[in-house]
């Protein structure tokens, strides 16, 4: 596009150069994300959200407290053999 960046052109014309023009920055795809995570707030309610959280953060938990103690298991035996 010739001469890009003039907004106050009322005529556009194709660039002999091969630039493109982009309307926007970086943050309009930040706008668009937004807009359906707040929709999504707005129908499930905060608090149904943050439960969900918190019920996910239980059982990562338990499953990082399994596999510790999975694994002090196997190093125990593993100690215990070379002990034998």
Request: charge should be negative.
């Amino acid at each position: 596009m010739e001469d890009r960046g003039n907004f106050d052109r009322n005529e556009w014309s194709v660039s002999t150069i091969g630039t493109r023009f982009e309307c926007g920055n970086p943050y309009v795809l930040g706008i668009h994300v937004l807009h359906p995570i707040l929709t999504l707030i707005l129908e499930q309610s905060i608090k149904s959200i943050s439960r969900i959280i918190l019920n996910n953060e239980a059982l990562l938990i338990d499953i990082i407290n399994y596999i510790s103690i999975f694994n002090v298991i196997i190093t125990l035996k593993y100690y215990a053999c070379l002990v034998l």
